[in-house]
């Protein structure tokens, strides 16, 4: 019998990950490939010394607490880590890792394909010409906003942060954020830091948002924080759903206080919020900001490499617990 860790990776990462895996670890994987549920987690906690899963599985207070103490390592392919109760996982031991950096330009260049998609109507263009029903032109036909030269403002200067900005720069945006911490001048290239959320909301004619869901940041985009943007103002979400209270996005949406908002995040994942998706002015994605192939294989080598410093004895480089 083999003495090699057994992992539970609960959904189906890449063909070069689960390579890598089953050349390193006894390997649990389910091909039906769905979200496993608190009763599957709590099962299978008794049968693997680790786990390997992604935001789709939920580690409450109350899952955690029943896991089995042969679990000692949650090695995600996540960055985001909303899924699971750090500080439970903590009283009970079991180190808690995540996928930081690799991701950051897939998630940033989805933020931009929306922020463009969503400033020059990509729905409804789109809608217009697969349907049959582009009959004419006129100047006056689909104008949208422009992005070069507008200010685009970032919520959470993390690595996706500041990727979304260089790509903003790119395209001659000045940018603008708001961060827990103000970067270091060699960071910032010349974004203009605000101490505050609503000292940076009115310097957006784009926001786009990229810091954790957390209790603190729960709705910060709400009726309130929403109406301290300029009319016309436009709203990314790559990050979290969570983050935007969605009975307020979708009122300024109708009211046209924002002009358009490119949403890849949900409250409710999978499926999405219909009253939202009713207009075409929100380009709507599946949460697949760092759906590569090539960032698929990173996040999956990442969450590996954790598992490997884990189980020889030294410090995972992306312990969070
Ligand atoms: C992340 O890494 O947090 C992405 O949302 C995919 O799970």
């Known amino acids: 019998m083999s003495n090699r860790p057994v992992v539970w990776i609960t959904r189906t990462l ?28 709590i099962e299978m906690s008794q049968k693997v010394d680790a786990i390997i899963p992604c935001h789709s599985e939920i580690f409450s207070a109350d899952v955690v607490a029943q896991l089995d103490d042969r679990v000692r390592i949650i090695a995600n392919h996540s ?14 031991d079991i180190v808690v890792t995540n996928t930081p950096d690799v991701l950051s330009d897939a998630t940033a260049e989805i933020a931009f394909l929306l922020l463009l998609g969503a400033a020059r109507k990509a729905i409804e263009g789109d809608t217009l010409v697969r349907s049959g029903q582009w009959e004419n032109w006129s100047p006056s036909f689909m104008v949208g906003q422009q992005v070069s ?29 708001h961060n ?5 001048p060699e960071e910032e290239q010349g974004a203009i830091f605000h101490e505050s959320l609503s000292g940076l909301l009115p310097n957006c004619d784009y926001i786009s948002l990229h810091c954790p869901a957390t209790e603190q940041t729960k709705r910060l985009i709400n009726s309130e924080t929403l109406a301290q943007l300029p009319k016309g103002a436009i709203l990314v979400n790559t990050a979290r759903g969570a983050l935007v209270d969605e009975a307020a996005l979708l009122d300024a949406i109708e009211s046209g206080h924002l002009s358009a908002a490119g949403l890849d995040c949900f409250e409710v994942e999978p499926g999405g919020n219909p009253a939202l998706a009713k207009h075409q002015n929100i380009f709507t994605l599946p949460h697949i900001g760092s ?17 490997d410093a884990f189980f020889s004895g030294k410090a995972p480089r992306d312990r969070l617990v």
């Open 14 to 41: 890449s063909d070069n990950t689960l390579s890598r895996a089953r050349r390193d670890y006894e390997v649990i994987v389910d091909p039906a490939d769905l979200p496993a549920s608190a009763d599957t987690i």
């Open 79 to 92: 960055v985001g880590v909303d899924h699971c109760d750090l500080d439970a996982l903590k009283t009970k």
């Open 149 to 177: 030269g507008k200010r685009l403002g970032i919520v959470g200067m993390g690595k996706v942060g500041q990727v979304m900005a260089k790509r903003g720069r790119g395209f001659d945006m000045e940018v603008h954020y």
């Open 180 to 184: 827990r911490r103000q970067l270091s």
């Open 291 to 307: 759906a590569t192939f090539d960032t698929r294989d990173a996040m999956g080598f990442r969450a590996l490499d954790n598992l």
